[in-house]
């Protein structure tokens, strides 16, 4: 099965409590949490460490709202990225979320989650 085939709806169905499940525990600093639902791939490319240090560091990625708006999907290969508008509790302004979501072994998981 491909992703791209199925409905936006269905997409969203997935992909907002994956978002927000980043949002939750980006904001707790749960490593374990946090990429639960990555890629075999993206947990490999996601070290521990690393993340560590931007859950310690980084006020952006600490003290994100839970409230986020849906701006969108975009659909290419075995791949859909969909977009969130996203917020903080700290710092003024808005921030764009990127979720790529996949199939791996006949499950949606992240391959990619990004917030620019």
């Not at 849906?70 to 969130?84: H, Q």
Request: no cysteine; hydrophobic share 40%; charged share 30%.
């Amino acid at each position: 099965m491909n992703i791209i085939d199925l409905s936006d709806e269905d997409i969203l169905k997935v992909a907002s409590p994956y978002w927000d499940d980043l949002v939750k525990y980006s904001n707790n600093k749960n490593y374990g949490g946090f990429t639960r639902h990555f890629a075999h791939a993206m947990k490999l490319a996601a070290n521990e460490v690393e993340i560590g240090k931007q859950f310690a560091k980084s006020e952006l990625t600490k003290n994100l709202t839970k409230e986020r708006d849906y701006l969108g999907m975009i659909r290419r290969g075995d791949y859909v990225t969909v977009l969130f508008k996203q917020t903080n509790m700290k710092k003024k302004g808005e921030w764009l979320g990127r979720l790529v979501l996949g199939f791996e072994e006949d499950e949606i998981k992240i391959f990619g989650a990004t917030l620019f």
